[in-house]
């Protein structure tokens, strides 16, 4: 229960972090968020609790692609605000063009 506690300690440090480093400089902040950290700590805790090299490499492919889909998030939320759509609607909608992306690249990365 101690080791569950540190991990969201941890992880909620960093987006708080990241959070208050945004509001000072957008591209501070941005660039925070775009390290892997998450990643890297889900790594470790996964490491940690199997020492499973194979699952571990299978975690970080799998990363890889479902990176991709991501960022259908980002350019759909940016493209709307920039056109002057509000935020709760750009993010819905962002939201819902990854969602999408990430069906299409699941469906994908089960044929390999």
Avoid: C, N
Avoid at 3 to 12: D, N, Y
Avoid at 62 to 78: C, G, N, Q, T, Y
């Amino acid at each position: 229960m101690i080791q569950f506690l540190l991990k969201t300690l941890i992880s909620a440090l960093l987006i708080a972090g990241a959070a208050e480093l945004g509001k000072r400089s957008p591209t501070a902040g941005a660039l925070l968020v775009s390290l892997p950290l998450t990643s890297l700590l889900a790594m470790i805790w996964l490491w940690h609790d199997s020492h499973d090299p194979a699952r571990l490499a299978a975690f970080a492919s799998d990363v890889l692609w479902l990176v991709i889909p991501s960022l259908a998030l980002f350019v759909v939320l940016a493209w709307m605000l920039r056109a002057g759509y509000g935020f709760w609607l750009s993010l819905g909608v962002g939201i819902a063009a990854t969602l999408a992306a990430y069906a299409l690249s699941l469906r994908l990365l089960a044929l390999r």
